[in-house]
């Protein structure tokens, strides 16, 4: 179960994420992120580091999934909210 949770973040989430890093190569792009997605828009994104930004905005986004997401159907795939939990 937790396979495919993980194979849906990563085919929304890579483009997702691309998106936002081509909305920070290109500003007029901000106009088609919504308002509370804005600050994950990377800044002064150039040819020579795009990569890195979309990697790091992809990164950014699955840590926000694995942590936030309290309602989740797949509880069990979802990343402790403290250190502490993940002892034995």
Do not use: H
Request: proline share 10%; charged share 15%.
């Amino acid at each position: 179960m937790c396979y495919y949770t993980e194979i849906g973040t990563t085919l929304l989430g890579l483009p997702l994420t691309g998106f936002y890093t081509l909305a920070g190569a290109f500003p007029k792009l901000n106009n088609y992120v919504t308002p509370q997605d804005r600050e994950n828009v990377p800044k002064d994104v150039t040819a020579w580091n795009f990569l890195p930004d979309w990697w790091l905005t992809y990164e950014k986004t699955a840590w926000y999934m694995a942590y936030s997401n309290s309602e989740s159907p797949v509880s069990y795939c979802r990343l402790p909210a403290t250190p502490t939990a993940l002892d034995p």
